[in-house]
Each structure stands twice: as structure tokens, then as C-alpha cells.
């Protein structure tokens, strides 16, 4: 079947505009993780979805940044008025849910704010 | 606040060499520890997933071993290649995890050379 699908695999935007990152997990799966992996940095959980809700918000950095999930499947996160410091990958990752099943990752969405 | 830490930050070898990647976290009640592979540019794909309960896992020339009670996880792979060169990648889920999201490590740039 299929893996985690994100769109766009690169995205060039101007500083202060809006974007838009897609992510379809693997059918069935009930969680949805975004992490942000930045040069030189680790990789940094954002949020997560259990079915459609986001329980906890507290990994977004900015009030910038949203996330949403529909159907229980397609995530977007959608970060406003973009900054430099946004540039990073994106990378969605989606799981049965619980602590001991494996999460799957989508190859990423590469960000890059001039 | 779980803190994970891989040693080396970069390795080199010379092609048919075994070799260890060690994985340290701070914070011993872990659901479970994963081991990654990112290649330049790509996402991450699994490689060995230890629940807490295990005390390693192995595929192929990879073994993984987990001690939870010092917080340590080592990722032994056996005969290394050329194919092997990539960002290794170790990660947790514990208790203090929003819904199960991963801790990363910094990871292991491993260039195995022919």
C-alpha cells in the first residue's frame, strides 16, 4: 500500500506570505505527527492529531502556525505571514496510534523563505 | 523534559568495518526507542523500532539493543558498505510525550568509504 504522501516537496515563498503544506498519512492510521527538522537542528515535534482533534498545541512556535485535520485522513499546516526562520522541512509522519507502534514518515515538504 | 543525545555527531570508515552508533536519553520511562536512516534530502525511514519490554532487535546486518534502566541505546551495524553512508537517527517516546511524539537525537552522519 501506500506510504505517507506530502505535497509540495519544495516551496519557495516571499517573506509574509501565507502557505499551505499537505499531508495524507497511510489509510487507517489514526495519528498524525508534524515535526520540523531545521539546519543544523534536530528534528522538533509540532503537533499531533488523534482522528481529527489536536490535543495539545503547545509544539507550534508561533501563533503563526496551524494545523488542521479533516475525515480523519488529509493534515495541512498552514503557517501565516511566513519568516526567514520558518525555512526548514517539514515532515509528516502518521501511526496506529499509542506509545509502542511505529510511526511512518512522509519524505517532507522543503520550505524556503527569501 | 526527555533529552536525547547521539555519539559521534560523524563517523568515517573504511567499507567492510563493523561499527556502533551509541543513543543516550535522560529520561528512562520510554514507550519505546526507534532507530531511523535519512538520506540526504529525504525523509526517514524506520529501520528497528524496541519496545520498552525488549532489550534489542536486529534485520539483517543491523542489531539495535535498548538499555532502559541507564538510558542507553546502541545500533551496531555489521560489515558496513558504501550504501550505508547516510544520517542515523535514534528517537523516543515516553511518558512526557504529547501523544506519543518522538524525542530525536541530533544524529550520526556515518560515510562509509570504499
Known amino acids: 500500500g501506500a506510504g505517507v504522501s506530502q505535497s509540495p516537496s519544495n516551496k519557495v515563498t516571499e517573506k509574509g506570505k501565507d502557505v499551505e503544506l499537505r499531508c495524507d498519512p497511510i489509510s487507517g492510521h489514526t495519528a498524525l505527527y508534524w515535526y520540523r527538522q531545521s539546519l543544523g537542528q534536530g528534528l522538533e515535534f509540532l503537533i499531533y492529531f488523534q482522528g481529527n482533534s489536536a490535543p495539545d498545541k503547545s509544539g507550534l512556535p508561533s501563533d503563526r502556525f496551524s494545523a488542521e485535520r479533516t475525515g480523519g485522513s488529509v493534515s495541512t499546516l498552514t503557517i501565516q505571514r511566513t519568516q526567514q526562520e520558518d525555512s526548514a522541512v517539514y515532515l509528516c509522519a502518521s501511526s496506529n496510534g499509542g506509545g509502542t507502534n511505529t510511526q511512518y514518515f512522509g519524505p517532507g515538504t522543503r520550505l524556503t523563505v527569501l | ?114
Open chain 2, 1 to 114: 523534559k526527555q533529552e536525547v543525545t547521539q555519539i559521534p555527531a560523524a563517523l568515517s570508515v573504511p567499507e567492510g568495518e563493523n561499527l556502533v552508533l551509541n543513543c543516550s536519553f535522560t529520561d528512562s520511562a520510554i514507550y519505546n526507542l526507534q532507530w531511523f536512516r535519512q538520506d540526504p534530502g529525504k525523509g526517514l525511514t524506520s529501520l528497528l523500532l524496541i519496545q520498552s519490554s525488549q532489550r534489542e532487535q536486529t534485520s539483517g546486518r543491523l542489531n539495535a539493543s535498548l538499555d532502559k534502566s541507564s538510558g542507553r541505546s546502541t545500533l551496531y551495524i555489521a560489515a558496513s558498505q558504501p550504501g550505508d553512508s547516510a544520517t542515523y537517527l535514534c528517537a523516543v517516546t515516553s511518558n512526557s510525550n504529547s501523544g506519543y511524539a518522538l524525542n530525536f537525537g541530533k544524529g550520526t552522519s556515518l560515510l562509509v568509504t570504499p
